[in-house]
């Protein structure tokens, strides 16, 4: 089996290409504006989704039987002042990469979001609840999920959630400050806490609710689905649900860490980067995923064992 994965320098890409090569699996990784600081280990091909020629040739020339669609914009605030360009990027590239699946007969697996969700409804959302996002980034992904499984029949939409671990293409990369949402949150609260350094949550307003996802468990999901005749869409988001608070807490606990370091803010105290972006993130997007563990046969790690999974993994990267 031969699999491309697109977006193989972000942080589910990575821990794909690196556990299906872990697997003997044969891997092609899509490169766009670099290559990582870490070489992958597999051969490259360049690819943009703004140029649907580079998506038809790199499928093409490489004649893979998945594709892994990892590759999404990282720059949330342009998404919400940029439209054109968003819809180049998440609607026509995602077109023309179905479009070539379609035609040279490979499986699309694409990677999809649980900001999906997040308008009203009743949480946690099934894989039956219709999207009702609340913002561009959520919108583009539905209207990616419609695109996919309209124009190629050999499919998979895997919605995600809440991502975090470390990115096997730079894994000595700190980031110190997460988005609003919950992807990278756990990161943070590493970064902060393993520096004696104090972590304020809220849990008010902005995605105070979400599925916490170790990325290597994602990588874990996808590979199942590309590799067994999986179709249809699935959640393969964290088993556990939990707000900021209990996710800042699970890390002090795995990690042992100072719980007296992490304070609880109120809407007022907010720090104002917070609700300065153009972004508006879901309230409260947490994903049913018992249907599909029981499809795929696995079920998602929860919050507790994440964590320790992801400590294993920061060992490893130290050394120690």
């Not at 360049?46 to 039987?65: C, F, G, R, T, Y």
């Not at 490979?106 to 894989?127: I, M, R, T």
């Not at 756990?186 to 995605?207: A, F, I, K, Q």
């Not at 890390?251 to 508006?280: H, N």
Request: hydrophobic residues 40%; negative net charge.
């Amino acid at each position: 089996m031969k699999i491309l994965v697109t977006g193989g320098t972000g942080l589910v890409g990575s821990n794909v290409i690196r556990l299906a090569l872990r697997c003997k699996i044969d891997v092609v990784a899509s490169v766009f504006e670099r290559k990582p600081p870490v070489p992958w280990g597999c051969p490259t091909v360049p690819l943009s989704l703004e140029e649907p020629d580079s998506i038809q040739s790199a499928v093409n020339w490489h004649k893979p039987d998945v594709v892994i669609h990892c590759a999404a914009p990282r720059d949330e605030d342009r998404l919400e002042a940029d439209h054109m360009w968003g819809w180049r990027v998440m609607v026509i590239g995602t077109r023309a990469l179905a479009e070539a699946c379609r035609r040279t007969g490979a499986k699309l697996v694409f990677v999809s979001s649980d900001w999906v969700f997040g308008n009203g409804g009743n949480p946690p959302y099934g894989e039956d609840n219709p999207p009702c996002p609340v913002n561009y980034f959520g919108f583009l992904k539905a209207i990616g999920e419609a695109i996919v499984s309209t124009v190629c029949e050999n499919h998979a939409i895997v919605r995600i959630a809440g991502v975090y671990g470390p990115n096997w293409s730079d894994p000595d990369y700190e980031q110190e400050a997460p988005g609003v949402g919950f992807g990278w949150l756990p990161n943070y609260y590493v970064y902060r806490l393993s520096r004696g350094e104090p972590v304020v949550v809220w849990t008010d307003h902005v995605n105070v609710q979400a599925n916490p996802s170790l990325a290597s468990d994602v990588a874990d999901a996808l590979l199942t689905i590309a590799r067994h005749n999986h179709r249809g869409l699935f959640h393969c988001a964290g088993h556990d649900s939990a707000d900021r608070l209990q996710v800042a807490q699970a890390v002090a606990d795995v990690f042992g860490f100072d719980k007296s370091l992490i304070r609880q803010v109120t809407r007022e105290e907010m720090d104002a980067s917070a609700l300065a972006g153009k972004l508006k993130p879901p309230r409260d997007s947490r994903l049913s995923v018992a249907q599909s563990e029981a499809r795929l046969g696995r079920i998602n790690l929860g919050l507790s064992a994440g964590l320790e999974e992801y400590r294993h993994q920061l060992a490893e990267i130290n050394g120690t």
